[in-house]
């Protein structure tokens, strides 16, 4: 978890961030799945929606961790980098690993143009 503000601020990304973890202390696991989706999300907005506004917010509600991205829409011009190397198993990954920890994981698009990553983990894994 800590290392979540080094991760959005090298993202080259315009991210506000809400990072309330809560006093907790996570499995390393879900800390693990939490710092992954957060990545695999700022990467896909890089990709997919150049120059768009990113909100990360990782947030402990009782007994879960809640982490959400939403990227907006990209600006009208914005230019594409050149492409980033992929290969890994990416949201399919996520979901699998949110799963065996007992959680959940859903990404889609959103009304205003654009794509949201939620997942919500526990705070015991079995």
Known sequence: MGDLPGLIDGSGLPVTSELHPGLRRWPEAVERAA???VQEALTNARKHAPGAAVTVRVL???ARLLVEVHNGPPPL???R???LPGGGH???GLRERAQ???GTLTAAA???GGFAVRANLPAAVE
Do not use: F, N, Q, S
Request: avoid cysteine; hydrophobic fraction near 30%; aromatic fraction near 4%.
């Open 35 to 37: 710092y992954r989706t």
């Open 90 to 92: 990416g949201l399919v």
């Open 81 to 83: 980098d050149a492409p």
């Open 100 to 102: 065996l920890l007992g």
């Open 110 to 112: 959103t009304p205003d």
């Open 77 to 79: 011009h914005a230019e």
């Open 60 to 62: 402990g509600r009782g």
